[in-house]
């Protein structure tokens, strides 16, 4: 079992404790009041990120590159949803362990992030191959000189 998960109720529980002896009823009201409020801002963000998630397509993104870069390890499933503002695409077997959910964007790069308990362990971006069809035919590529484009830069004489 996680024992961090245990810490927050427990360390809830001592905090509330604490201000029964030294504040009374008043502590505890006060302190009570201080957890309910920690829990439903939680829910709040919690909410508010599916929300967000509900009006995309499954498993899309942005950009994958931007995906790749901002991803670091041990952050949640609900911290990369509100990342890409998508429910990923489950590519692994329901509930069994680890997880893993593909992100794609518009130009067929996808990332695929693996989660065990939750949280990231790896993940890794996939880039579809160049056409080269296009190179090959002759059409100008966007970084092409056009035609009188130097004399464009030259200062007048």
Do not use: C
């Not at 427990?10 to 009823?25: D, E, K, P």
């Not at 995906?67 to 998508?86: F, G, Q, S």
């Not at 939750?118 to 000189?145: F, H, M």
């Amino acid at each position: 079992m996680n024992l961090s998960k245990l810490f927050v109720p427990v360390g809830g529980l001592i905090l509330l404790g604490v201000a029964y002896r030294s504040y009374g009823w008043a502590g505890v009201a006060l302190v009570g009041g201080a957890i309910v409020m920690f829990l439903l801002m939680h829910f709040n963000r919690t909410m508010q990120v599916l929300k967000r998630a509900a009006d995309r397509p499954i498993g899309t993104v942005a950009s994958a590159v931007m995906l790749n870069a901002k991803l670091k390890r041990k952050a949640t499933l609900l911290h990369v949803i509100a990342m890409t503002r998508a429910l990923g695409e489950l590519r692994s077997p329901k509930d069994e362990q680890p997880e893993l959910f593909r992100w794609t964007d518009a130009g067929g790069s996808w990332v695929d992030v693996t989660f065990v308990g939750g949280k990231v362990t790896e993940w890794t971006l996939v880039r579809p191959e160049a056409i080269e069809d296009e190179t090959a035919a002759g059409a100008p590529s966007a970084d092409a000189v056009k035609p009188g484009a130097a004399d464009a830069l030259r200062p007048p004489v």
